[in-house]
């Protein structure tokens, strides 16, 4: 029963989805029910997460699709991997789609079923990627959840502005997928294998070869895309500042994050057996990192729109994050881990304060709401709280993450870190 579990919160996103589609003739004229569905679906997704995480906190392990386990070391199935980091990462993503679920029942005065639908395909994908344990499938959930994406940030199409950030998302994101695409070509050339731990062992066997090594850099290029560090971050301010306030939580949360932690869980998986020389992909990423960080950081300052400030601060800890995956360290992959957890419920409850705004006073330019925002008084709590968690300050737990991170530099004699943190 327990290894079943890996399968559940994708198996029943898909079926659930596929349901609202068979049931949406029924159920035009009553939107309500379409929403209740949709929620139930998500609820019930979010609880086999939970139990799976549950579950892994005693033991974490494999769940072979249709029972094909490996035989002689050769993995012909697919595999779930249910451990700690997928379950935690799949129970944050189901839990933010709930949340923009119960979000869209005021935020739209009309929405058809489609809606729904997208978004629980979306939830499938993201509960599959976390807990895929095969390259290709990482690739194919990635790229469903990327699809879902577009229709969802261009979902009021008769507007210029969702379409024009629906294509810059959906013609970046495309240059990344063929990047990976190649890449995992290039390794099952070299390896014969596509799940990961398999690729693992056959990459430890010899020293790494140019192919190996292009193959990583195209992974790697493809996932930072997904991730918006720069120099491939255009896409995400243009689309957070026209999608709808719901979809907004999915990608502050969900969407960055997911790139990172594939990079990370191809690297540690397949590539860091491989002979890899860690002080020169350390620099490599850590200097991305601060790039990404810097750019963020100062291209939020110079914002005027709620939701494009918010958009490069997005960027900038995607930044940060990266800093903390680029040290190569058990505890800075830790402090990664607790950051980017409570790093996007912040970041999405302050896109909900600010989606609130929006609602309340159709607008979110700075001038033009100064003064209006004396009858928002929760709102405006919230805000400020989660600015404060932005900030990285104690009790939240992006403090705690960050000084992991931090204390995780310094045993390398990276004190200068902190400051840039």
């Given at each position: 029963?327990?290894?079943a579990?890996?399968?559940?919160?994708t198996?029943?996103a898909?079926l659930?989805?596929?349901?609202?589609?068979a049931?949406?003739?029924l159920?035009?004229?009553?939107?309500?029910?379409m929403?209740?569905a949709?929620?139930?679906?998500?609820?019930?997704?979010l609880?086999?997460?939970l139990?799976?995480?549950?579950?892994?906190?005693?033991?974490?392990?494999v769940?072979?699709l249709?029972?094909?386990?490996?035989?002689?070391?050769?993995?012909?199935?697919?595999g779930?991997?249910?451990?700690g980091?997928g379950?935690?990462?799949?129970?944050?993503?189901?839990?933010?789609?709930?949340?923009?679920l119960?979000?869209?029942?005021?935020?739209?005065?009309?929405?058809?079923?489609?809606?729904?639908?997208l978004?629980?395909?979306?939830?499938?994908a993201?509960?599959?990627?976390?807990?895929?344990?095969?390259?290709?499938?990482?690739?194919?959930?990635?790229?469903?959840g990327?699809?879902?994406?577009?229709?969802?940030t261009?979902y009021e199409?008769?507007?210029?502005?969702?379409?024009?950030?629906?294509?810059?998302?959906?013609?970046?994101?495309?240059?990344?997928?063929?990047?990976?695409l190649?890449g995992?070509a290039?390794?099952?050339?070299?390896?014969?294998?596509l799940n990961?731990?398999q690729?693992?062992?056959a990459?430890?066997?010899?020293e790494p070869?140019?192919?190996?090594?292009?193959?990583?850099?195209?992974?790697?290029?493809?996932?930072?895309?997904?991730?918006?560090?720069?120099?491939?971050?255009?896409?995400?301010?243009d689309?957070?500042?026209?999608?709808?306030?719901?979809?907004?939580?999915?990608?502050?949360?969900?969407?960055?994050e997911?790139?990172?932690?594939?990079?990370?869980?191809?690297?540690?998986t397949?590539?860091?057996?491989?002979?890899f020389?860690?002080?020169?992909?350390?620099?490599?990423?850590?200097?991305?990192?601060?790039l990404?960080?810097?750019?963020?950081?100062?291209m939020?300052?110079?914002?005027?729109?709620?939701?494009r400030?918010?958009?490069?601060?997005?960027?900038?800890?995607?930044?940060?994050?990266?800093i903390?995956?680029?040290?190569l360290?058990?505890?800075?992959?830790?402090?990664?881990g607790?950051?980017?957890?409570s790093?996007?419920?912040?970041?999405?409850?302050?896109?909900?304060?600010?989606g609130?705004?929006?609602?309340?006073?159709?607008?979110?330019?700075?001038?033009?709401?100064?003064?209006?925002?004396r009858?928002?008084p929760?709102?405006?709590?919230?805000?400020?709280?989660?600015?404060?968690?932005?900030?990285?300050?104690?009790?939240?737990?992006?403090?705690?993450?960050?000084?992991?991170?931090?204390?995780?530099?310094l045993?390398?004699?990276?004190g200068?870190?902190?400051?840039?943190?």
């Open positions: 029963m327990g290894h579990l890996a399968v559940m919160p198996a029943t898909l659930g989805a596929t349901l609202l589609v049931i949406a003739p159920l035009k004229d009553r939107r309500h029910a929403d209740m949709a929620l139930l679906v998500a609820l019930v997704s609880a086999m997460c139990l799976l995480l549950r579950e892994v906190g005693e033991r974490p392990f769940y072979w249709g029972g094909w386990e490996p035989r002689d070391g050769v993995a012909l199935g697919i779930l991997v249910a451990d980091a379950a935690g990462m799949a129970t944050m993503s189901a839990s933010l789609i709930v949340i923009a119960l979000f869209s029942w005021r935020y739209f005065e009309a929405v058809g079923h489609l809606y729904h639908v978004m629980l395909v979306f939830l499938a993201a509960t599959g990627f976390c807990l895929s344990g095969d390259l290709f499938n990482i690739f194919v959930f990635l790229e469903i990327a699809v879902a994406a577009f229709a969802l261009a199409i008769e507007e210029t502005g969702p379409l024009q950030g629906g294509l810059n998302f959906a013609v970046t994101n495309a240059v990344g997928a063929i990047f990976i190649f995992t290039l390794l099952y050339g070299r390896s014969g294998a990961l731990a690729i693992g062992d990459l430890a066997e010899r070869d140019g192919l190996v090594v292009a193959s990583f850099v195209l992974i790697a290029a493809g996932f930072l895309v997904k991730a918006a560090v720069v120099p491939f971050h255009f896409w995400l301010a689309a957070y500042a026209v999608s709808p306030t719901p979809v907004c939580i999915l990608f502050a949360g969900v969407l960055s997911l790139g990172l932690y594939a990079l990370a869980r191809v690297y540690w397949a590539f860091a057996g491989a002979g020389t860690q002080s020169g992909l350390r620099t490599i990423l850590i200097a991305a990192g601060i990404t960080a810097t750019i963020g950081s100062v939020a300052t110079m914002q005027r729109h709620l939701r400030l918010l958009a490069f601060v997005v960027i900038a800890h995607s930044g940060l994050f990266l903390g995956l680029g040290l360290t058990r505890a800075g992959i830790g402090g990664v607790i950051y980017v957890i790093d996007g419920f912040v970041k999405a409850s302050l896109f909900v304060c600010v609130i705004v929006l609602h309340r006073r159709g607008s979110l330019e700075e001038f033009h709401l100064h003064g209006r925002g009858d928002l929760l709102a405006g709590i919230a805000f400020t709280l989660g600015a404060l968690g932005i900030a990285g300050l104690p009790p939240f737990g992006t403090y705690l993450g960050k000084a992991v991170i931090e204390e995780s530099a045993t390398l004699g990276f200068w870190i902190t400051w840039l943190v």
